[in-house]
């Protein structure tokens, strides 16, 4: 962002030469910009709010339009035809995608089910469970220190909360790999002290943890943000009140941070019923999620309608489980909150 | 003809109607003020004015061209804004200068003028500082500079003292005083403080709910209040209705509540429902009775000595408030609350006004 | 205060520190074994090298999926600022119906698992006749790194005075230029924040770009990944250690140097 120091603030000889250069493309900048062309746009639509409205929400609703909605909508009717020899789509409207996902029966005794896609949905599911608990019971205590702590080192502190979150997921799991593999550092280390251990790696626990990392921070943050809301002369009338520690805690402290704790929750929780990179790197094939079942029924398989099916599902659910989310705490206030 | 000419000026948000068939002229280098309270709809003329709204109804012109459509950097006008939209990216120079960019002005003539311009406000040598850097009423005269830098045909101002504290209003007041018989700008000024209203303008228009309710001089407005409303507004007064009996004897008005009050002049006719002002500073008060003409007993409330002035805020016999002001009062002491006074009222300052709403009996 | 509390305050501290390691100890264990002459990690470590570097600086694959990923991360970071910020003008300055719900699709790329997104797009597009390229990748790349530009963007705008953009107008600014001389540099903290967010998430985004890339336009997290579920080489540590560097300390080294602190005030 060139701003134009040059113009009739500042004495700066050295960048004489530079400012003329700036002043002449600003010249040409204003005859564009004051050209009919442009001007007679204005013009037309002055005072005409709806218009400039859809053109400029348009830009972003248009863009998800053509790059989500419409591959989504193609799925969906993807999800109706058929996997021809070789990968080919058969353009035959049948229901046999949705059917072999399913229509197989449930086990309600030992809730299992026959059917594949059923199991791994559920297994999905229930992963999502385990690690927005993990998340919650990890994330809610340093959420609250950073939120009440008064340290000079509180920004840094929770800069390193973020860090994690700008590197690239597959190093993360990556680094999973390094500790927990059968040569890894914790075998190593635990040797050291003279314990003999193989490996952690591929096995329900190490996706958990490996998905309770990655997504961390996803809890902490607008967990911290209403800590940090809350006025702390609340706490301390609390205490004048004969509240102890812990009963101001769960009188006052608790209510008021469960807006956080919920668009947590939800981050969390939706967040982690998709991955797909987690149960690949960190998991035994027995620990495959929704995510894995589609891209090897895309990619491996070639199925595409099948993996369309399967896709179409996976959304199903995940809208329904928005649209209950949604009764308690608007999404916009999930996504948007944390940002401001 | 006038410069300015608003001509029926109507703006409506939704269902709501901010402003309503409003009509007023403002001559070359005249300075008038848009006077009423918040939500009157003075700051939406003002900013129709500007540009920055579009009428629904009526027309504007300026100098003779009808502007009722030009958008605001069409219009060649100076606007100072309440809480001075100084560009916070920019350094003091570059917001004054920014005008005679956007005009393409080059370079060396802009920073003379931008000078010129900083000079005028007494701000010299802050051109490379940033508004940030600068106190409330600093930034106020960079803004006052950024808007007359440019020579523009109009100045328009809307409430640019109010956020202020009272010291710096009041020396803001004179030097925008000042500036502006200097240059001789025609200036609207948009305010709710009568105070600057009738200090700066030659001519006050007063809005209520949208409404143009009165104008005419500080003087005109202040002493013929022609409605229930600027009567109210204006000045500090006690209110009192009855009816008007006009005689040979002269005007009468007698309250709703018994009270026989001699007037000076009036043109309003016999059996005219009215309202009296009882301007607070136009009354007098004495422990002991006058004999003049109109002349009420009462009982104290309260005493509230505010050093130039004192407010007596009495009962009268006949049951209503009424606040008196005694300017350079010093007997103070002898006043108390459940004290018998008599207060007067000069009867060729006693203000009659129509009342509007057809004075049905009390 | 009292013990009691002292001894609360210590337990809350203690149980964050924990967190912390959980959360670092094994990123920071890379960089540690990136820089180790063994293949296997040891501890307490042993020697300090930079074998594997020279390795990654040796790889032309490497080098080109690191190119590939700047040039994808570049483009889809510079494309999704222009689209969502014109998108968050329209969103926080007009009225329209409906404006909540449609605020909520512009997020829903952050909660489509990337494997449907990726799915959906390379199907979609395979069906429009077009080919695997740099453009698709940018693409996909810009529908999923979007809302974090449209969510700091719009809330730089909720803090924004619009007088300032009125007085520029009535000095004699028309629309655009008001644009380009207040309006943008004001915003441009939230910005180039939102930017910078797109530019690392695009980055490192492996899920959905393994159905997007084809060999030419491979990126590094596909690299890396090809190479830990194949065979694990020590290389991959100092490969992941120069990515952390990229993602994490070159944008902290910017706003550090620019002085502005843009990525602690914006929140994310």
């Known amino acids: ?340 | 003809m006038s410069y300015v000419q608003i001509s029926g000026v109507t703006k409506t948000f939704g269902d709501v109607r901010a402003v309503k068939d409003v009509s007023f002229e403002a001559e070359r280098g005249e300075f008038v003020s848009l006077l009423g309270p918040s939500g009157c709809g003075k700051t939406t003329t003002l900013r129709m004015i500007a540009g920055l709204e579009t009428p629904t109804e009526g027309t504007i012109e300026i100098g003779g061209e009808d502007v009722t459509k030009q958008p605001a950097y069409e219009r060649d006008i100076g606007m100072v804004f309440q809480h001075y939209a100084l560009f916070p990216h920019k350094t003091v120079g570059e917001n004054v200068g920014f005008p005679l960019k956007m005009r393409g002005v080059d370079k060396a003539e802009r920073r003379e003028r931008v000078a010129d311009a900083l000079e005028m406000v007494r701000l010299p040598g802050t051109m490379d500082r940033s508004p940030t850097e600068l106190s409330g009423g600093q930034q106020q005269r960079v803004a006052l500079a950024r808007a007359l830098v440019f020579e523009p045909n109009v100045l328009l101002m809307d409430e640019p003292l109010s956020a202020l504290d009272r010291v710096l209003r009041q020396q803001m007041r004179i030097e925008l005083e000042r500036i502006q018989e200097e240059i001789g700008i025609t200036t609207i000024y948009v305010t709710h403080d009568q105070t600057e209203a009738f200090s700066l303008s030659d001519r006050v228009i007063v809005l209520d709910q949208g409404e143009l309710s009165q104008q005419g001089s500080p003087l005109e407005i202040y002493e013929n209040p022609q409605s229930e409303f600027v009567g109210e507004f204006i000045g500090q007064s006690t209110k009192l209705s009855g009816t008007v009996t006009a005689d040979d004897d002269g005007v009468t008005l007698r309250t709703d509540s018994g009270l026989s009050l001699e007037s000076g002049e009036s043109n309003l006719t016999h059996d005219t429902p009215a309202l009296a002002f009882l301007r607070a500073e136009k009354l007098s008060i004495s422990k002991t009775p006058t004999g003049a003409a109109n002349e009420l007993s009462a009982t104290v409330t309260t005493v509230s000595y505010l050093g130039e002035k004192t407010l007596f805020f009495c009962t009268l016999a006949t049951g209503e408030e009424i606040t008196v002001a005694e300017h350079g009062f010093t007997n103070v002491g002898e006043y108390g609350s459940g004290d018998e006074v008599f207060i007067t009222i000069p009867e060729e300052k006693l203000l009659l006004v129509e009342d509007a709403s057809n004075g049905e009996p009390a | 205060m009292s013990s009691r509390d002292e001894l609360g305050w210590a337990a809350v501290k203690g149980t964050t520190g924990l967190v912390y390691l959980f959360l670092l100890f094994p990123l920071l264990a890379v960089v540690i074994i990136s820089f180790q002459p063994s293949k296997y990690p040891t501890f307490p470590p042993e020697g300090l090298s930079l074998t594997w570097y020279e390795a990654f600086l040796d790889s032309d694959r490497m080098l080109s999926a690191l190119t590939n990923s700047f040039i994808v991360a570049l483009g889809a970071s510079v494309c999704a600022g222009v689209v969502g910020t014109i998108t968050a003008l329209g969103f926080v300055r007009r009225s329209f119906p409906g404006k909540n719900v449609l605020s909520s699709v512009l997020f829903l790329p952050m909660i489509i698992s990337p494997v449907v997104i990726g799915v959906a797009l390379t199907a979609f597009l395979t069906r429009m006749g077009m080919q695997k390229s740099y453009l698709l990748l940018i693409a996909g790349h810009t529908t999923l790194v979007l809302p974090y530009i449209f969510v700091t963007v719009r809330a730089q705008l909720y803090g924004f005075d619009r007088a300032v953009e009125e007085a520029a107008m009535t000095l004699g600014a028309n629309e655009l230029e008001t644009f380009f001389e207040v309006t943008l540099p004001l915003i441009a903290p939230g910005l180039a924040a939102g930017m910078l967010l797109a530019f690392v998430i695009s980055f490192g985004e492996f899920t959905a770009t393994q159905f997007w890339v084809q060999p030419a336009t491979t990126t590094a997290p596909i690299e890396i990944y090809t190479m830990v579920r194949t065979s694990i080489t020590p290389m991959i540590n100092a490969m992941a250690t120069v990515l952390m560097l990229i993602t994490v300390a070159v944008p902290l080294a910017l706003d550090v140097l620019l002085g502005k602190n843009l990525i602690l005030k914006s929140g994310l």
């Open chain 1, 1 to 340: 962002m060139s701003n134009e120091q040059e113009s009739t603030g500042g004495v700066r000889t050295s960048s004489a030469e530079g400012g003329e250069l700036r002043e002449r493309v600003f010249g040409l900048r204003t005859a564009v910009l004051r050209s009919d062309a442009v001007t007679g746009v204005f013009d037309r639509i002055t005072g005409r709010e709806r218009v400039f409205a859809s053109v400029q929400a348009g830009f972003g609703l248009g863009w998800m339009l053509v790059f989500l909605f419409a591959p989504l909508l193609y799925i969906v009717s993807l999800s109706f035809w058929q996997r021809g020899a070789g990968g080919v789509v058969v353009q035959e409207f049948t229901l046999a995608n949705y059917e072999y996902i399913l229509t197989e029966s449930v086990d309600l005794a030992s809730l299992t089910f026959k059917n594949l896609y059923l199991t791994i949905l559920f297994q999905s599911l229930k992963y999502g469970v385990f690690v927005t608990v993990g998340a919650l019971l990890l994330g809610y205590v340093p959420a609250y220190f950073l939120g009440r702590t008064v340290t000079k080192w509180k920004a840094a502190l929770l800069l390193l909360v973020v860090l994690p979150f700008w590197v690239p997921l597959i190093i993360r799991y990556y680094a999973w790999i390094l500790v927990l593999g059968n040569q890894g550092l914790l075998v190593s280390m635990l040797g050291w002290v003279g314990i003999e251990a193989s490996g952690f790696l591929y096995t329900e626990l190490a996706v958990v943890s490996g998905l309770t990392q990655a997504l961390l921070p996803f809890m902490i943050l607008p967990i911290y943000n209403s800590v940090n809301e809350i006025d702390s002369s609340l706490i301390e009338s609390a205490k004048t009140m004969g509240a102890t520690p812990l009963r101001s805690f769960y009188e006052v402290t608790l209510p008021l941070t469960l807006p956080g704790v919920s668009a947590g929750v939800i981050l969390v929780f939706i967040l982690s019923v998709g991955s797909y990179m987690a149960p690949a790197l960190l998991g035994a094939p027995s620990n495959t999620m929704v995510a894995n079942l589609i891209e090897s029924t895309f990619g491996q398989n070639l199925d595409w309608p099948l993996a369309s099916a399967m896709g179409v599902v996976y959304l199903f659910v995940l809208f329904g489980l928005i649209s209950v989310f949604n009764r308690f705490v608007g999404l916009d206030d999930v996504f948007g909150g944390g940002a401001e």
